[in-house]
């Protein structure tokens, strides 16, 4: 390997210009982005060292004890808290919005009752940029502001009707003053309703935080999938088609499914060291622990251990919570964990509330892309506010040189 020393201006961010290594006849070989920047960006702030988490400047905590979702995606997308007048307004355009519901029924009966929700939703997206021609006009900011609220409107009908097909039961009709409740009530008995209304009251509260914590992260998997996509001038729906389908995997949002398994799977206390062990021998992954910027606690994991904790309070002791509590108790004592930095993430309690509100872990993920839906079209807004190229990045190629094709092959 040839050393070459290239030099670059560092702007106050810590940041240089790509563009000028190329100028220079090299490229960064970066296949997982852990030093490449691909936006410039002022929607979250991140500091995974402290565990820090930020929404347009307020820390994630004070956000998720004192806004409701729809405040958080106001804030999200316009930058500042709403106005009285101007919450009640964005709430209305959600609640009101003309959903072409028959068209989302239609999508999503067309799948079979097992099918997994997420595949219903990914397509659900797509399905959706049929109807909206004018979501093409990339570049046309009015349009992308009246679309937003239209969407989540569109998201809440799309995602709770793919979980309530899942159950193979009836969605039920938006009522409750909240987002996050009147998605339980679409959901119908997909969710727990055994203990009464005031337990489902309980539940809308417990989702809306949840929702709160998931509507944000910068760049992870699917915001760079849904900025990459719209990089091509892709229209927003399509674009979260395939954000969506990114965070589909169990590495990213994904993971919410797959704690849920692994603990089933693990079964009892007494399973819980040998797990460890089998962790740390590479052969399985302790899911829901680690994080690519996060090398300190999960900000948000923490808030959910106490969403975690009031909605069992409601739906009786879950002993998989036991189960979860002995596996971070061990892990944050072990060298293994304590040397790679890590720690529980957003996704490993997040499944114990989910369940104890009825939820089939198979519904989990779109839980989650429901939430990040907002984060989703807030990037591409940004995205499509400035300047910007298509993303198309550079390959080390190492396949063979020219070579011919035999005469007679
Ligand atoms: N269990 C066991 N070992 C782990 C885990 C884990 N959950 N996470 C990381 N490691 C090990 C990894 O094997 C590596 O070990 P070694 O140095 O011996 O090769 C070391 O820790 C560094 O990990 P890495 O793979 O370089 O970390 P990464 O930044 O590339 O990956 C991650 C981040 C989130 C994909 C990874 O931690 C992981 O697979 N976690 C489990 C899945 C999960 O919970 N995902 C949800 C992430 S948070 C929400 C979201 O993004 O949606």
Redesign the pocket.
Known sequence: MAKRTVEVDVDEHGAFNGAELKQQGVVSYDQ?LLSTATARSAITYIDGDAGILRYRGYPIEQIAERLHFLQVAYLLAHGELAPEDERQSFRRAVYDAEVDVERIDAHVNSFPVDSHPMAILISGYAALGASHPEAKHVKDAEMRKRLFPLVLAETLELGARAIARHAGVEPGRQTGDSYARRFLEVCGDAIDRARGEEAVEVFGRALDVLFVLHAD?EL???TNAMRAIGSAETDMYSSLAGAAAA?YG????G?NE??LRMLDSIGSLDNVAGYIER?KT?EV????????VYKNY?PRATVIKKVVDEVLETAGANPLLDIAQELERIALEDD?FVS?K?YP????YSGIAYRAIGFDPATFTVL?AVARTVGWLCHYDELMSGEFKITRPAQVYVGKGERPVPKRA
């Open positions: 997982p992260h992870n998997a699917g965070l169990p590495l990213h949002g993971a797959a704690v962790v590479h992954l302790l899911y829901g622990f680690g994080h690519r999960d293994y790679r890590l993430n957003v996704d490993f989650f």
